[in-house]
């Protein structure tokens, strides 16, 4: 399939009810309003998505990005092409799970992120939190930097009050994330999430909810699931 073909395929699988419900959930136009199940099975008949994905991704059109991260080939992604995608996601969900998805799963997963978060553009600092959280999440732990994450869950206590608002709703992420992937600091992911409270979120005119993070965590303790990897960060 060309990139046109997707193109025209996704404008007319589009509902309107469900693009007014997404545009509700931070999505940009122009966005066709595809149900993600739909895009999932496009997905799955494309072999080599490498060039695909970045010509839908350039498209500007929300329902060929998401889709772009779906189909992507991390292996194949350059750091200029991720680099791209977090200075061109115009929407809430790219930034937050279509970049990071592709990021984590590449071999610039760790260096991006931990460039990102220090960007004053929040939606970029959330792409780089998200791909932290992520990436805790596939990797695994004997890769993974202890010290490194200490840090980081200490400064996210210091910061997140501070933070732009959906900074501080990855930034809880990444502290679930930790508690629920890393054994040996689920009980300082606890502890930090204690200390920070409560995280308030403005979520618009939606009625999601910010997950309170010690509950969450204990959730995953009481399933046996604590430390259990994800085989892909992405819900293919």
Not at 190 to 202: M, N, P, R, S
């Amino acid at each position: 399939m060309t990139t046109q073909e997707i193109l025209s395929q996704l404008e007319s699988m589009g509902l309107d009810s469900y693009r007014k419900t997404i545009i509700k959930h931070g999505v940009q136009e122009p966005v066709y309003g595809v149900k993600i199940e739909e895009l999932k099975k496009i997905a799955k008949k494309v072999k080599d998505g490498y060039k695909l994905s970045l010509e839908l991704y350039d498209s500007g059109i929300y329902d060929a990005m998401y889709l772009a991260g779906l189909l992507a080939q991390p292996e194949l992604m350059t750091k200029a092409d991720l680099q791209h995608w977090a200075a061109t996601a115009n929407s809430q969900p790219l930034r937050e799970y279509t970049v990071p998805w592709v990021a984590s799963e590449s071999k610039h997963g760790m260096e991006l992120a931990l460039e990102w978060i220090e960007s004053a553009d929040a939606g970029i600092a959330c792409s780089g939190w998200a791909t932290l959280g992520d990436m805790v999440a596939i990797t695994d732990n004997a890769l993974l930097d202890m010290k490194q994450l200490k840090k980081l869950m200490q400064r996210v206590q210091k910061t997140i009050e501070k933070s732009p608002n959906r900074v501080k709703y990855v930034m809880n992420g990444f502290i679930i994330c930790v508690g629920s992937y890393v054994p040996e600091l689920s009980e300082l992911a606890k502890q930090t999430a204690l200390e920070i409270g409560k995280v308030k979120v403005d979520v618009g005119d939606t009625a999601c909810k910010i997950p309170w993070a010690p509950e969450y965590i204990e959730k995953v303790e009481k399933r046996n699931a604590i430390g259990k990897k994800r085989k892909s960060a992405r819900c293919l």
